[in-house]
């Protein structure tokens, strides 16, 4: 594509975009099995806790924050791949 005129960042949006889609992908997993964990696990471990026992984040948040992190981490490898082995 740089033979026909293509600027750097035209060559690098596909890239970028894939490893976004495979971290988004991937946190979109986690949080999902999370979930299926949470609700799955926590009635069968009969645990009794009073309230004030636990203090934990919100699920919204932590999912959230699991799925910012993987965007992130997606976009960080890409980054690092492209400057390493795409010489543009």
């Known amino acids: 594509m740089k033979l026909v005129g293509a600027t750097n ?4 949006l596909p890239f970028m975009l894939e490893g976004l ?3 988004f992908g991937g946190a979109i997993l ?3 099995l999370l979930s299926i964990t949470k609700v799955v696990a926590m009635p069968a471990l009969n645990l009794d ?3 004030t026992d636990v203090h934990a984040w919100p699920f919204a948040l932590t999912a959230f924050l699991m799925v910012a992190t993987g965007l992130v981490l997606g976009a960080i490898g890409t980054g690092i791949t492209l400057r390493r082995f795409l010489q543009v």
């Open 49 to 51: 806790f009073n309230a």
């Open 30 to 32: 986690a949080v999902i």
């Open 9 to 12: 960042w035209f060559v690098r």
């Open 21 to 23: 889609i495979c971290g």
